[in-house]
């Protein structure tokens, strides 16, 4: 007896590729404002280290690093740049 398993390929529909560039498209769009946010949080927490602001709003924990919040804001940047490439029909990777 000769058992043959069929693989699908995942073809997507064009309208749900579509509609995935869209949404990265919306994405994208509100990334900006959401890493102006994360950078003057780090910015914030670097001139309370060096005490020419008031104390930073967390005292400890991880969100106390300026680094976390530099950190963070680039890598809201680049996801911005990935999704926005994405959305307008350019390669993620060249």
Not at 30 to 52: D, Q
Not at 71 to 78: F, N, V, W, Y
Request: with cysteine.
């Amino acid at each position: 007896m000769v058992v043959r398993i069929r693989f699908c390929s995942a073809r997507k529909n064009p309208d749900a590729i579509r509609i995935d560039r869209r949404a990265a498209s919306m994405l994208a769009l509100l990334s900006p404002p959401a890493t102006m946010a994360v950078s003057v949080m780090g910015l914030w927490s670097i001139t309370s280290e060096l005490n020419w602001t008031r104390e930073f709003v967390f005292k400890s924990g991880l969100l106390s690093h300026w680094q976390v919040w530099i950190g963070s804001a680039l890598t809201l940047q680049i996801v911005s740049h990935l999704l926005n490439r994405y959305g307008s029909g350019g390669g993620a990777t060249t």
